[in-house]
């Protein structure tokens, strides 16, 4: 994942993952990152692994909801119909966003809605048949 443009006075990045039509009534957070620093502008693959090995220097994975402190791939239910992936990077005031490391990413989301400066979302779609 790489990104480009963001607005004067960024001073970190958070990536979400999330599903909104899962079938739980509420979507799905499959991942989430905090406390990217500014001059960071991508992510290799596999940077949401179980151990963060291709996150740089101080950002952390809040566990998604399934508790994981990693990403978790897109699987919808066979038979479930299409499913919309958002990936979003957000650009942030703040260096740390301050939220605790056990925090959900629902919870993430109210806290930087003062921070946020812009975002950048891209959109996938998967489907089981």
Known sequence: MKWSGAPE???SFAVTAYDPDAPTGSGLWHWAVINIP?????LPAGAGDEHGSGLPEGALQLPNDLRLERFIGAAPPAGHGPHRYYF???ALDVEKIGVDPSATPALLGFTMLGHTLGRAIL???GEVK
């Open 9 to 11: 006075g960024t001073k």
């Open 38 to 42: 500014a001059g960071v502008t991508e």
């Open 88 to 90: 979003v990077v957000h």
């Open 123 to 125: 959109m996938a779609t």
